[in-house]
């Protein structure tokens, strides 16, 4: 699989792998991601908490305090909490999401799995899931860890990301295409 050379997906890395090696050593793997999701919730739904995340403009101190308070209250505690809090106080609180994403897929090598991220109009029935994994499976040779984020733009089908490749099926994606070829023609 490709890497990317961009800085922060160094940093990702590295803090993904030191999560892991604690989670590892902790035997608290499952633990750790279903924390990290929770995390990845809360921020999928407050704007806020991106802006606190993104922004260069709060402190250190301010992002550990707001960061402690919010994981404390959304029950994030134990390794993630204090991972939460390692990152704050390094100022490297922009790269969480990137933090997730590497540790997932640490986490699915390590079980023998791929990590695939898959993107959804609306969400995924069990069944729907289990198809989408067997296929996943046929496909790579591997059993699919999947994370599913909804996202209604998409209006129809999926976009599934496996490390470096990604199968855009949504219906917008053909839409857009299909607005780009008349465009050709007329």
Do not use: C, W
Not at 52 to 78: C, H, N, W, Y
Not at 80 to 87: E, K
Not at 136 to 158: E, N
Request: hydrophobic share 50%.
């Amino acid at each position: 699989m490709a890497k990317s050379s961009s800085p922060i997906s160094g940093i990702a890395e590295r803090y993904a792998g030191s999560l892991f090696e604690l989670a590892v050593q902790s035997n608290a793997i499952a633990a750790v991601e279903e924390d990290l999701a929770s995390f990845e919730r809360l921020l999928a739904s407050s704007p806020d908490l991106n802006r606190l995340l993104m922004s260069p403009v709060f402190s250190a101190d301010e992002q550990f305090k707001a960061v402690s308070a919010i994981s404390d209250r959304a029950g994030i505690t134990g390794l993630v909490g204090n991972f939460l809090r390692v990152v704050a106080r390094n100022r490297r609180l922009f790269a969480v999401p990137s933090m997730i994403t590497a540790f997932r897929r640490i986490a699915a090598d390590h079980r023998g799995e791929v990590a695939a991220e898959v993107t959804s109009a609306h969400a995924l029935s069990v069944d729907q899931q289990a198809d989408l994994q067997a296929a996943l499976k046929a496909v790579t040779g591997k059993d699919a860890a999947i994370a599913v984020t909804v996202d209604p733009s998409l209006l129809g089908g999926l976009v599934v990301k496996i490390g470096s490749r990604q199968i855009d099926t949504s219906l917008k994606t053909k839409l857009n295409s299909l607005k780009l070829a008349l465009k050709e023609v007329g």
